[in-house]
């Protein structure tokens, strides 16, 4: 464990980022990738350690945790690439027009990095979401030190996998303060309130998250929450697809809703589903190959548990599979269960239906026409995830369903399950409120850009610009000129 | 008068932009622009009209209202622009890869509208940042249909350009619904909470602006707030530059602080200078030549008057020219006003001398050597811009002062002054809070950004995709495909 890895306090940790803001403002956006690819390696060595040790912490196995692992590596890649493809820095040059009215100076236009963050880990993926997850490497490829709160869940991981991520970047060459890690829920409401931080990425639950987003805009000075919250992912079943593919479709629910326990933010938590069709039927067929297993946190567990009870002992759901107290407060190990209502219902009062059941649980709703169908999604909130299962026979007459579907998620899923998340340039993990409190999120290419805010120099001598604008574009960057795009040039620093 | 121009209640506007957003969202980024260049029209011709309409309430004089109107109706065109060009979608696409570990679906990303906004109009540009102004420009450029709270400050011309605006639009073919404008105080923070609101652009007041900012994020949903609330915009004159340019610095200081009445968000409020140079003598010897004039509201004018006196009666600040009554609150007319401080009393009592005078009032502060320097930008806040006057030879002793400098600044001004904002691609009008709540501001190209969010598609089939993202390309965007930028194609919608 490096000194710089784990603080005690909030005040030191901010203190010691902000002291290294200034050298990562200024390197290069390769020095930067440099940064990156050496966490990568570094936590690849470490693999042989790290998976036993988060699999002990979180029982999520190792076939998962590995892949979890690689997942996580290969995101800091990706903002490698990102750094070196370059646009994500928006250099922008308008040449002085003096003839213009009034005159026109030159204008020259980059985005830099806000300064120090405060990163809140997930306990439910306990590499992509946490230490050195999608925040931590979209943060440090931006040129923002990190402080990181660490999860509860699994706090052995957390600190070996900090004490790694800073002792790679010490030997890359970043100044101690890049990154440090904190553990506590004081610890975090004490950080997003420090006068050094400036922005603040979250993945976690709601009420964490809203008391948190809470605390920063009451600052002084308010600052960026980029924050997921929760989201129940609905999907859309067809008529037409469970005639023609129904226990397919139900396997891969149950699949789907299982994963990991059910313990992921793209979780499918509730599904419309044609009424009389049987399919109830399919997927209470299917629901015996999932397995069960333990929770992540006594916390999940015990809201999981209560979530489903509540559900079913006030007759807001039926209990289609499973029993209502399929939770073993003693062990946390949770059985999968399977619920149903009616479109009525969930118009009725939408709410209970509605809340995100984190954990292997799904709500089927039954509607019997497309005009219940509609009235269903009408009452859905923002979900990360919509998904539709459907037949090309259907697609005529789907462009409503999918209009109103785009106004309540972040990515639409055609035909498979939101479980499952490709980092790629187009990839996002935002959807409207409550699903995320800011549209660019932690995963995809665009994750950087949350930590930047845009300068521009206005008759700025060579000398004093920033080595992005200078006239020679000596970082051979990608550039918009006079309003056209010219890509990156040959050269590099 | 057109019925959709003013509304009487924030609901009724909300609901009719809410009625209206499905169609601005399904239009082609080129209709768009049709909507833009028919608003930009109208205003031109109704030039005749609008601009002595706008002196009357205002007193701005023809001069400068009538280059308002046409940076109005330029910024109009600019988005227009930036909807030809199409990169502000942010068309992003990776091909499916069945061989990559896990398998990776196709993913198709752009940027689609937030929906009905809100927007704020500003007292001090009663076209350019008032109803059809950046924010205004912006939002209806990114397909978000716009309700318009008027400012007090110029009631008769808000509701002949809200008329023009939406009768532009209706001709044009957009839906009712697409502009609205609503007036009073009360109206604004209904609207502000209004569930079908979903996001918020402000120029105005810090006490104004905070309370709005206040209301939307504690709503049950919280929104963005993008919020211009306050500058002082700091000016550093090098001792040098004193030495050699005096008399032309301080006469282009005063000719910038008491533009306009002294009314812009970018007047330079504080202006750090080297002590025993005699510059203070220079600039009241300037000040003469220097007009005052009508303030534009009775608030504004109240806001000047005690926040000069303030100063002066506490002794924060020494009077070194005009008088500290100087503004006549029968007529609202100002006249300018000199003040000086030294580093001492600044960094011993920042906040006084740091509050922004919205109005023809500067205050000097005298910096002995270097160290006073540091010390006195170390206690700035954030502002809209930073100017530094400085020669040649001071270049290699500005590096630490200009990275200080940037940290508190949007728009760093070399030899120039702040006050003239060039609507470019690259200018852009954001800074640190209390500059502006958010880093994506109202003038410039990027302004458009705050008024989207990304969707993805996942593995869905072209006949439901949005035209941006099928595979034909049928709006001929420009697009990033599997990382690599491709320029727009020749062909059109």
Chains 1, 2 share one sequence.
């Not at 979401?129 to 490497?137: E, I, L, M, P, W």
């Not at 929770?295 to 807001?316: C, K, P, Q, S």
């Not at 190990?333 to 118009?347: C, G, M, Y």
């Amino acid at each position: 464990m490096t000194t710089t890895a784990l603080r005690d306090r909030p005040s030191e940790a901010a203190r010691a980022a902000a002291d290294a803001a200034d050298w990562l403002a200024e390197s290069s956006p390769r020095q930067r990738g440099e940064l990156l690819h050496a966490v990568a390696d570094a936590l690849d060595d470490a693999a042989a350690e790290l998976i036993p040790l988060a699999d002990t912490e979180t029982a999520l196995g190792e076939a998962r945790l590995t892949g979890e692992l690689a997942r996580t590596t290969g995101q800091l890649r990706l903002f490698a690439d990102v750094l070196a493809d370059g646009t994500c820095l928006e250099v922008t040059l308008d040449a002085a027009d003096p003839a213009a009215t009034p005159p026109r100076p030159d204008l020259r236009r980059m985005l830099v990095p806000l300064g120090p963050v405060a990163v809140f880990a997930a306990s439910n993926f306990p590499f992509a979401f946490s230490v050195a997850g999608g925040d931590t490497a979209s943060a440090l490829a931006a040129g923002c030190p990190v402080v990181l709160k660490a999860h509860s869940g699994h706090p052995k991981l957390s600190e070996r996998t900090a004490a790694i991520v800073s002792a790679a970047l010490t030997h890359a060459g970043a100044p101690a303060g890049t990154f440090s890690c904190l553990a506590g829920r004081g610890a975090g409401r004490d950080l997003v309130q420090h006068p050094d931080i400036r922005a603040v990425g979250f993945t976690g639950s709601f009420d964490g998250g809203r008391d948190l987003f809470d605390l920063t805009a009451a600052r002084e000075d308010p600052i960026p929450f980029y924050g997921e919250l929760g989201s129940i992912n609905p999907v859309v079943v067809t008529r037409r697809a469970v005639a023609e593919r129904g226990p397919a479709i139900a396997e891969g629910l149950v699949g789907s809703y299982t994963l990991g326990v059910g313990q992921f933010c793209t979780k499918p938590g509730i599904v419309l589903i044609p009424d009389g069709a049987g399919f109830e039927d399919l997927v209470a067929a299917a629901l015996p190959s999932a397995a069960g297993g333990r929770m992540l946190t006594e916390r999940i567990a015990r809201g999981f548990h209560d979530g489903v009870r509540d559900l079913v002992v006030t007759g807001t759901a039926e209990l289609l599979a499973g029993s209502a107290s399929r939770v073993d407060m003693t062990t946390w190990r949770a059985e999968p269960i399977l619920l149903a209502a009616d479109v009525a219902d969930l118009v009725q009062d939408p709410d209970p239906l509605l809340r995100e059941n984190f954990g292997p649980a799904c709500v089927l709703v039954r509607y019997r026409d497309d005009d219940e169908l509609a009235a269903a999604i009408d009452v859905l909130p923002g979900s990360l995830t919509t998904a539709v299962h459907a037949e090309r026979a259907d697609i005529g007459e789907l462009a409503g369903v999918v209009s109103e579907l785009r106004k309540r998620s972040g990515r639409l899923v055609w035909n498979d399950w939101p479980t499952g998340v490709a980092v790629t340039w187009s990839q996002h993990h935002g959807g409207p409120w409550p699903a995320t409190t800011a549209p660019h999120t932690s995963v995809g290419a665009t994750a950087i850009r949350r930590w930047f805010r845009p300068v521009c120099y206005q008759d700025y001598p060579d000398e004093l610009l920033p080595p992005a604008l200078r006239a020679n574009n000596p970082l051979g960057l990608p550039r918009r000129v006079e309003g056209r795009f010219v890509a990156k040039s040959t050269s590099d620093d």
